[in-house]
C-alpha cells in the first residue's frame, strides 16, 4: 500500500476511534443510569428531602406495621426504575417493625435535577438528615443498598457511621463493573462517576452483610465476593445459588428480607 494511502488509512481509524472515545464520555452516563422520570402512581407515602443544592425530592417512607422497634433503615435502590420499585420490600421490613425510608435520586420518579455521583450522595445525606430529625441516632439506622445504590450507602457510610451496612449485590467500583460490559473501551480512563466500593469498604470498621446471586449476569459474583474481602469490620456473606441481579429472590426474597432485618437487631 502507497505511503500516502497508508496515511490516509490510518488516520481515518484514529479519527473514528477519537469520535468513539468522544461519544463514550459525553454519554456515557446514559448508560449508567437509568431512570423511570414518570412519577409513582401513588405517591402518599412520600416524604419531601431538601438536598444540600438546593433540590426537593420525594422520597418512600414506609412505617413499621406492629410494634415500632425505632430502628431505621435507609434504603438506596439501583441505577434503574425509581423508589416505588421498592415498595414489596420496604413493606416486608415494615412488617418486622422497621421505619424504611427509600431514597429517591434527582432525575428518578419526578424528582428535578440529574443523577450524579456527586449528586447522589447529596440525596443520601439529605434521607440521613431526614431520619436523624425524625429521632433516629446513627447507632439506630441501617444503610442498605442494591447494586448502584451499595455504592451510594457506602459513601454514606463513609461519612456517616451507621449501625450496619448490608450491600445487595455490589460491584467493586464503577470502573470494574463497565469493564465487564464494554471491554473494548478503556472504561477506567474515560468515567466521570467512580464509585469505588472496595476501596472504601476498606476503610470502614462497620458490620456488613453483602447479600449476592452467583448467576449475576449485572454484577458478577466475584465483584460482590471482592467487596466482602475487603471490607475492614466484621462480614456476613448470603449468597443466593442461581440468582441472576433481578430476579425477585435478590429483590424482594426472603433472604435479603432477613438480612437487612438481622442487621436491624429485628431477628
Known sequence: MPVRQTVRVLLAVVIVVALVLVAAWSGQRRLVYLPDRAAPADTAADVALTTSDGLRLAALLVRPAGPDRRVAVLFAHGNAGHRADRR???????????????????????????????????????????????????????????????????????????????????????????REHYPWLPVGLLLRDRFDVAGRIATLDVPVTVVYGTADTVVPAAQSREVADRAAGPVTVVELPGADHNDPSLTHGPAVVAAIAEAAGAR
Open 88 to 178: 414489596v420490600l420496604a413493606d416486608a421490613l415494615a412488617a418486622e417493625g422497621l421505619t424504611v425510608l427509600v431514597l429517591g435520586y434527582r432525575g428518578y420518579g419526578g424528582n428535578p435535577g440529574s443523577p450524579t455521583e456527586a449528586g447522589l450522595a447529596r440525596d443520601a445525606r439529605a434521607g440521613l438528615a431526614h431520619l436523624t430529625a425524625a429521632g433516629f441516632p446513627p447507632e439506630r439506622i441501617v444503610y442498605a443498598g442494591e447494586s448502584l445504590g451499595a455504592a451510594v450507602v457506602t459513601e454514606l457510610a463513609a461519612a456517616h457511621r451507621p449501625a450496619a451496612l448490608v450491600l445487595r449485590s455490589p460491584f467493586a467500583s464503577l470502573a470494574a463493573a463497565g
